[in-house]
């Protein structure tokens, strides 16, 4: 009877923890199926293959239904497939038909996306002739898109040639775009040789790339020698890789060098920059490692 009474108690403890292990994690699961809820409401609304429309409360799916409406409506306007308009309203089937209409009569006017010109009537078709002539003459006068030149009118050929000849002039003057040197006259090729000229004449100042010495002047010959001299000069005094120092005269060498020997006398004895002790012009006051070391707070 003894061990029977220690069974039973030993049972009864087991199931008032199990009970208490309950309650608390009753919580836990409650707000774990409430989160649950709420994903799949977002998923339904969202009409994401994953929504169980079972799991949803009556207001939930009146919620869910308007956001498929919603949705359907806005893919109609904008074209998608998956519209179906057997579930619009009577009042978004007509606007729909506004937006549709309208959309149309952008698209042929624009000349892009689909164009039914059976959907037009008679003042936007008119209107619509005149926007695809008015972009033709434009893309005849600047050389774009497809220019038609039967299209044009003679006051407009006529123009769209002188236009497509200044074009044509100003590319080969500032070597951009395309530019068909047989289609100048002896005049604009003199003006454009002369461009070329001076381009290439900048180029080799400036010490760009493409520069044809070969091509220069005398007097620009020396200017982009004297150019280039300045060049290495201050990329030696920065301390740069291009520095060609067999290019520098002597007295160049001795003012760099001196400048040198200012600025590591100056790191050594304050303590900024790099100091090279074994440099001359470092040894005269040279600080030793403790001298440089910040004073301690």
Excluded at 23 to 47: H, I, R
Excluded at 176 to 185: E, F, P
């Amino acid at each position: 009877m003894e061990n029977l009474s220690v069974k039973l108690r030993i049972s009864l403890r087991n199931c008032l923890w199990m009970h208490i292990a309950c309650l608390c994690l009753w919580p836990t699961l409650l707000s774990a199926e409430a989160s649950d809820l709420v994903q799949n409401l977002a998923n339904c609304k969202n009409g994401y293959e994953s929504c169980d429309r079972s799991r949803l409360t009556p207001a939930q799916s009146v919620e869910v239904a308007l956001a498929d409406q919603r949705r359907n409506l806005s893919d109609c306007r904008d074209g998608f497939e998956c519209c179906d308009r057997s579930k619009l309203s009577k009042r978004e089937a007509t606007a729909l038909a506004i937006a549709d209409h309208q959309r149309n009569v952008s698209d042929c006017e624009g000349g892009v996306g689909p164009c039914d010109q059976s959907e037009l009537t008679s003042a936007e078709a008119r209107d619509v002739a005149s926007a695809v002539h008015r972009r033709n003459v434009a893309d005849c006068q600047d050389a774009i898109g497809s220019c038609d030149y039967s299209a044009l009118a003679p006051n407009e050929l006529r123009q769209v040639k002188i236009l497509r000849q200044l074009l044509n002039v100003s590319n080969c003057r500032n070597a951009v775009g395309q530019c068909d040197h047989s289609k100048l006259t002896q005049s604009e090729a003199n003006e454009v040789k002369i461009a070329e000229h001076r381009r290439n004449a900048e180029r080799c100042k400036n010490g760009w790339d493409e520069c044809d010495h070969s091509k220069l002047s005398p007097l620009e010959l020396r200017q982009s020698t004297v150019a280039e001299h300045e060049r290495n000069i201050s990329s030696c005094r920065d301390g740069q890789e291009t520095c060609d120092y067999s290019n520098l005269t002597s007295p160049e060498t001795k003012i760099l060098a001196d400048a040198e020997r200012k600025r590591n006398y100056a790191a050594c004895t304050t303590g900024h920059g790099y100091c090279d002790p074994s440099r001359p012009g470092s040894s005269e006051s040279p600080p030793t490692l403790d001298e440089r070391k910040p004073p301690p707070r």
